[in-house]
């Protein structure tokens, strides 16, 4: 999707390793968004920013930490990765309120804890 | 809290036939309402949103949707469906000045040819 990059876009790791993905924008979209999407469950909100250094928690933020140091990057780190972690990890970037511009979605990164 | 119910996970249709894809929202204040699509392997796509004005809304690929504030849905429609519309469709609600997005959990559509 132009103007946004997720990497990487596949990993697989171990149980109890750290794990960072990172999103990209182009955009300088001052929001961004990390979601999960697990079958049955629909995308989850994990993490949320809206500017450098200005970060929130989601519904599911437990196990997760974010990072926004820059405007073009949003950073996604596990901690301690899970097997529970096991999903599809999407980045969002918005211009402003939700209700006027919606969303931008990289294409996601698929990650698989073993 | 804002959150949004996709009653059937699957939804089948002939090629040709009208398409229907139901939602219904619970938000305090006034709704802010999208529909997003997604293929294969691939991130969402903005198809339409209902931000105020007329319930019906027109969007991309020739996707309209109905808001029903007394039945608190919106609900996607296509008059005929093409197997290309075979994809995976989320609806989505924010309130005002909330600038986070809720999700279903997605309705599959499935074309058939």
């Known amino acids: 999707d132009a103007g946004i990059t997720q990497s990487p876009r596949h990993k697989v790791t171990e149980t109890g390793t750290p794990v960072t993905l990172r999103c990209h924008q182009t955009?300088?979209?001052?929001?961004m968004y990390w979601y999960r999407q697990d079958p049955g469950h629909g995308l989850r909100l994990i993490h949320y920013s809206y500017g450098v250094k200005d970060t929130d928690k989601g519904e599911v933020s437990d196990g997760y930490s974010v990072s926004r140091s820059k405007t073009e990057d949003f950073l996604l780190t596990l901690e301690s990765a899970t097997s529970s972690q096991t999903s599809v990890y999407f980045c969002a970037i918005s211009l402003g309120h939700s209700e006027d511009y919606g969303y931008t979605f990289g294409s996601g990164t698929r990650l698989t804890v073993v | 809290a804002q959150s949004v119910a996709q009653p059937e996970d699957q939804v089948n249709v002939a090629e040709g036939n009208p398409l229907t894809v139901k939602c219904t929202y619970s938000v305090s204040g006034n709704p802010y309402l999208f529909w997003y699509v997604q293929y294969p392997n691939r991130g969402l796509q903005f198809l339409l949103k209902y931000i105020t004005g007329d319930n019906l809304v027109k969007g991309s690929y020739g996707f309209e949707a109905e808001f029903n504030k007394s039945q608190t849905s919106f609900h996607l429609k296509k008059p005929s469906a093409l197997v290309s519309d075979s994809a995976l469709y989320f609806c989505a609600v924010s309130a005002y000045g909330n600038n986070r997005l809720a999700f279903g959990k997605g309705n599959q559509v499935v074309v058939i040819p």
């Open positions: 955009e300088n979209h001052r929001y």
